[in-house]
């Protein structure tokens, strides 16, 4: 499983967005169930993505993220192209349906890449 990157400030969470062309965030919260069950399943996807870069936030330690992002409720996955966010998810996410739509990007910006 590949590894993921914690994040710890709002500063390391912005460098991080514009370090990386394709970065990947996971934003969570201590005491949430399903941010916990979910996490293994989205780092078992992303292993299909190797050139997406893995963050993750813990809410309630970087208090300033959900108002940054406008995040409601976690989990929240989000997904960047250069610094710019393509693919938003929260709470109930399908993963089939997340996998197609990260699939989509990155097969365009690989292939975008190759030329």
Known sequence: MREIEELTSLEMVEKFIKKHHLSFLYISRTNCSVCHA???QVRNLMNQFPLIQLGHINADNVNEIAG???????????LFVDGKEYVREARFVHLDQFKEKIKKIYDLYTLNDSK
Do not use: K, R, W
Request: charged share 0%; hydrophobic share 65%.
């Open 38 to 40: 979910l996490l293994p």
């Open 68 to 78: 940054y992002f406008s995040v409601f409720t976690v989990p929240a996955l989000f």
